[in-house]
């Protein structure tokens, strides 16, 4: 089984497991041992679930405003610790191929292995929902053949984008690419970097 087929098969895990309640709310029970690779996937889908259904909850036209500041304040509490776990993603990778003889062309990837898992994390959860939208009981057939399109072209990318994800980390262990990690340096959330949150000391 390719990393790429594990790492499906947890997101898989996690989303399942957050329908179980649909609830944002629900602690999560993260059925992988602490500090494994395992742990940090099902982590990280985790997160991005349920991010995904409080960007749903926050697009209500009748949401009360407050509700909705508490809901924007935890996206972006959100979107941090997802940032978080994508560097530390990273590192797992930057300490498991440290050893590898990077070649004398070897080449950067424009991005790295953590950031493309992200985005294959939430192609299953895009892939997840678009499926819901098929089999909808209470939608035209209209809806539904647009969203079996839309599913259609999703599961291609899944193959892609796996297949480049698994190419890579090849690459890497074989040293014909190298891993370069740059922190996201987010300025916003700083209380040093934001000037609207060091000008109010």
Known sequence: MTFTESSWKIFEQSIADYHKKDNTDT???NPFEIKT????????NWIDTVQWHLEDIIRDPEINPIEALKIKRRIDKSNQDRTDLVELIDSYFLDKYKDANIQADATINTESPAWAIDRYSILSLKIFHMQEQVQRTDSSAEHKAQCQNKLNILLEQKKD?????????????????????????????????NPVLYGAK
């Open 161 to 193: 984008l796996g297949t480049a994800i698994d190419q890579l980390l090849n690459d890497i262990a074989a040293g014909r690419k190298y891993m370069k990690v740059y922190k996201q340096m987010k300025m916003y959330n700083d209380p040093n970097l």
């Open 37 to 44: 690779i395992e742990y940090y996937l099902y982590l990280k």
């Open 27 to 29: 602690p999560i029970a």
